[in-house]
């Protein structure tokens, strides 16, 4: 079943439903690979300064962490909650909606549909900083698409923690309870 975009975004229709396509192929590991490339690329497309953000840093570094079991889902979740609250404070539009990218990236470990969510974000930063430029948001949506199908479609998927680390970007998210055994589907 086709996602369905959750922000105003000026779109290649036909592009975005390539790249659905994909992501339905994909599995949550793979999705979280491809969401932090599409993340540390819209930083980079921006000239973002703070790319070594600890909260940032901390995000992926959490996301890393439940791709290989060793973080919790709801560790993700604070992680893409923090660089929320880190868009929220910057003054600049076009920052804000490039840390949603990264934000949604990240939570990408909680659930696989933030994938899309940020993906569909990259648009609006590309509608931002090329407006009515259709060739901007194709050559974006075509790197998505690339980006997603060259990533190695991973056999595991985590359903459960596997670790005690305790996920603590700035004010401290997570108990370090739980854990999480990987779930090895057919």
């Known amino acids: 079943m086709a996602t369905l975009t959750k922000i105003k975004i000026s779109d290649d229709i036909e592009l975005r439903k390539k790249l659905d396509e994909e992501y339905e192929k994909s599995s949550q590991v793979k999705l979280c690979k491809y969401a932090i490339l599409l993340a540390e690329h819209i930083l980079t497309t921006i000239k973002y300064k703070d790319m070594d953000n600890p909260i940032i840093t901390a995000g992926y570094e959490v996301n890393k962490n439940w791709q290989e079991g060793t973080a919790r889902k709801h560790d993700v979740r604070q992680a893409g909650f923090q660089i929320h609250q880190l868009a929220k404070s910057s003054q600049d539009i076009i920052t804000q909606t490039a840390l949603r990218v990264v934000g949604q990236a990240v939570a990408t470990g909680h659930m696989r549909e933030h994938a899309m969510v940020s993906s569909d974000y990259a648009i609006k ?46 004010a401290g998210a997570g108990n370090g309870q739980g854990r999480r055994q990987p779930i090895h589907h057919p």
Do not use: H
């Open 125 to 170: 930063v590309i509608n931002m900083l090329f407006p009515n430029d259709m060739n901007a948001v194709r050559r974006e949506r075509l790197w998505q698409i690339e980006t997603l199908s060259n990533i190695e479609n991973g056999e595991k998927d985590y359903c459960q923690v596997k670790s005690t680390k305790e996920f603590k970007p700035a």
